[in-house]
Nanobody, 123 residues
Framework: QVQLVESGGGVVQAGDSLRLSCTSS????????MAWFRQAPGKEREFVAHINGKSTIIDYANFARGRFTISRDNAKNTGYLQISSLKLEDTAVYFC????????????????WGQGTQVTVSS
């Protein structure tokens, strides 16, 4: 099992950029695929992006293509989600998740989750 802690959220203005971090401990981070999900108020948790351990397989939700960039630094046991040109509809709690394998879009596939970090986009 690996423990995950997200950081980097906050209140930002529309059009700004933000980088979220997901720091892991308790496991060999490079052997885990990592993903980001988000949950807006009153909505289900949705897939944003995933990346495999070697950063050779990356997948994005359709809404995330072009503005979101997932990456990882295994030497730092940390994954990242860069979001540019933030929109009001990006307001959500962002969660990172990890599991052994190459990564999937399904949230049920991930066995390790962080507590989430709130991103609020204001106009």
């Amino acid at each position: 099992q690996v423990q995950l802690v997200e950081s980097g959220g906050g209140v930002v203005q529309a059009g700004d950029s933000l980088r979220l971090s997901c720091t892991s401990s308790g496991g060999t981070f490079s052997t885990y695929a990592m993903a980001w999900f988000r949950q807006a108020p009153g909505k289900e948790r949705e897939f944003v992006a995933h990346i495999n351990g070697k950063s050779t397989i990356i997948d994005y939700a359709n809404f995330a293509r072009g503005r979101f960039t997932i990456s990882r630094d295994n030497a730092k046991n940390t994954g990242y989600l860069q979001i540019s040109s933030l929109k009001l509809e990006d307001t959500a709690v962002y969660f990172c998740a990890a599991a052994h394998g190459i990564g999937k879009r399904s949230r049920t596939w991930y066995e390790n989750w962080g507590q989430g970090t709130q991103v609020t986009v204001s106009s």
